[in-house]
């Protein structure tokens, strides 16, 4: 098989298949956002999860405390054109992208050169604003 004949594969296997990752990626953001309020909520800060104009998502995390109030907002969203997956937080304006590629049959998931699962997408979007203790700025310490 050439490279054009390579190329083209890998666009028939993006067409086909990107929606159902980017559906796997926002079933392991939906479950995250449910065990942190199972297991964290009320006592550090409650996250909201819901679905946004375009089939996209918003991440909200609302920390009260007697020191620290803070609004944490992330929309996730995926480009069908680029297959790309970003998640933007909205204030302070900071951006993580991860790009889907067809590895033999089936595609995977990047971030730069580092492979990502659903749920190691949802972890290296969330993890940090779950924890941050009303930090306003979630990714401060993470490559981006």
């Keep these: 098989m050439n490279w054009v004949e390579k190329r083209a594969q890998s666009d028939r296997i993006l ?56 609004i944490t907002v992330i929309d996730f969203s995926f480009d069908p054109r680029t297959y790309t997956i970003e998640a933007k937080c909205i204030e302070p304006c900071q951006t993580k992208k991860f790009s889907m590629v067809v590895e033999g049959e089936k595609i995977i998931i990047l971030e730069g050169a580092n492979h990502c699962g659903p749920d190691e997408v949802s972890q290296r979007c969330l993890e940090q604003v779950f924890f941050s203790n009303g930090s306003t700025r979630p990714w401060e310490s993470s490559k981006q």
């Design 15 to 70: 067409m086909a298949k990107s929606e159902d990752s980017w559906s796997d990626v926002c079933q392991a953001i939906r479950e995250a956002c449910s065990s942190f309020n199972a297991h964290y909520h009320p006592t550090d800060a409650e996250v909201s999860c819901e679905a946004v104009n375009g089939g996209g998502l918003r991440v909200t995390r609302i920390c009260s405390s007697s020191n620290v109030s803070s």
